[in-house]
């Protein structure tokens, strides 16, 4: 079982009560494939200094998280009904991501529900930051 950090854009914080990122997490789809299990460690909403961020990921992680993901309405924004990678709700959500993973030592992932068609969870190695393709 894996213990998962939600991270929410505040844009949508009284619009989505996350009900489409809890589903998928329980289910293991989406930018939850590939746990045995997840469970949810905690959720923020994403302020606006990147230093706070920081702080906000190390509560998480204090609190139990050992992924961090990014809900998908922070790096994707919807058109025409689909989803699409950019435009979401978070600027530079990749180099934050980046930051979070080095700072935390946590894996940070960009995916919630909802993946933008053919697109690939982005995954920050932990400590490095550096984009990799394992948790
Ligand atoms: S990714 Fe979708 S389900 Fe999750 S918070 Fe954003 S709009 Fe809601």
């Keep these: 079982m894996t213990k998962i950090g939600l991270l929410r854009c505040p844009q949508n914080e ?6 489409s990122c809890l589903k998928t997490m329980k289910d293991g789809t989406e930018g939850f494939a590939g746990y045995e299990g997840a469970e949810l460690a905690g959720v923020f909403t994403l302020a606006e200094s990147r230093d706070r961020n920081v702080e906000l ?10 992924v961090l993901h990014m809900v998908t309405c922070g790096f994707a924004g919807k058109q025409n009904g689909k989803w699409y990678a950019g435009n979401g709700f978070i600027e530079g959500p990749q180099q934050l991501m980046s ?6 030592g946590l894996p940070c992932v960009l995916g919630g529900a909802h993946l933008p ?5 982005i995954i920050f190695g932990p400590g490095t930051g550096e984009p990799t393709d394992r948790i």
């Design 14 to 19: 009284t619009k989505c009560p996350l009900t």
């Design 57 to 66: 990921a190390r509560i998480l992680k204090a609190k139990g998280a050992e």
């Design 99 to 104: 930051d979070l993973a080095r700072e935390t």
């Design 117 to 121: 068609e053919g697109y690939t969870p």
